[in-house]
Structure formats: structure tokens, C-alpha cells
């Protein structure tokens, strides 16, 4: 059974930074280019960080600079860390495959991010 738990979000202020785990079941991340995605209240699901099977990284340019995937394929877990963090960037953070989710259709719990003084 596909697992994606989301989690380490939490409110911090501007300029603060939070690190996300993605913990996932099997070989999902060592098997598969894997995404960061976010949704803003009202707005659409978006991607801001992928790592590629063979470790290549990109980023949305609103992040690019400030935020750094990584994972780590013996605990089947993604990260992303987010630094010099801002208010637009507030919104639920999710994990999943890319550019297709694990399982059609299923996304994880998400973990919220607040960016706020």
C-alpha cells in the first residue's frame, strides 16, 4: 500500500526556515523523479522542487535560491529545505511523483506552512 505522510510544517516568521520530510513506503524514492508541490488557499496544486532518479534538482523560479530538495533512499524519505522563507509562500506543502502521482489521483495529508509575523 503507497504511503506519502507529510510532515514538519508549522508558523514562522519571515526570513525563517522549516525542513519538510516526505516519509514514503517501498522504493518510491529511490525509484521515481519526486516532487515538492504547494497550494494556496483558491489557487491550483503547484511544483516548486524536483529530484530526478539520477539526483538532478529543479526549482520553481520563486524558490529557486532559497529552497533545497534532497532524500534519502535507505529511510524512503524526500526533504525540503526552506530558508529565507516568505510570506507567499504560505500554503499546504505535498510530496509525489512527478510528472505523474504515485497512484492516479492519490496525494498525502499535506503538512501547512505559515509564513506570518
Known amino acids: 500500500q503507497v504511503q506519502l505522510v507529510e510532515s514538519g510544517g508549522g508558523l514562522v516568521l519571515p526570513g525563517g526556515s522549516l525542513r519538510l520530510s516526505c516519509v514514503t513506503s517501498g522504493s518510491i524514492v529511490r525509484n521515481n523523479d519526486m516532487g515538492w508541490y504547494r497550494q494556496a488557499p483558491g489557487k491550483q496544486r503547484d511544483l516548486v522542487a524536483l529530484i530526478r532518479i539520477k539526483g538532478h534538482t529543479h526549482y520553481a523560479d520563486s524558490v529557486k535560491g532559497r529552497f533545497t530538495i534532497s532524500r534519502d533512499v535507505a529511510k524512503n524519505t524526500l526533504y525540503l529545505q526552506m530558508d529565507a522563507l516568505k510570506p507567499e509562500d504560505t500554503a499546504v506543502y505535498y510530496c509525489?511523483?512527478?510528472?505523474?502521482?504515485?497512484?492516479?489521483?492519490?496525494w498525502g495529508q499535506g503538512t501547512q506552512v505559515t509564513v506570518s509575523s
Open positions: 509525489n511523483g512527478w510528472p505523474r502521482t504515485i497512484i492516479p489521483g492519490y
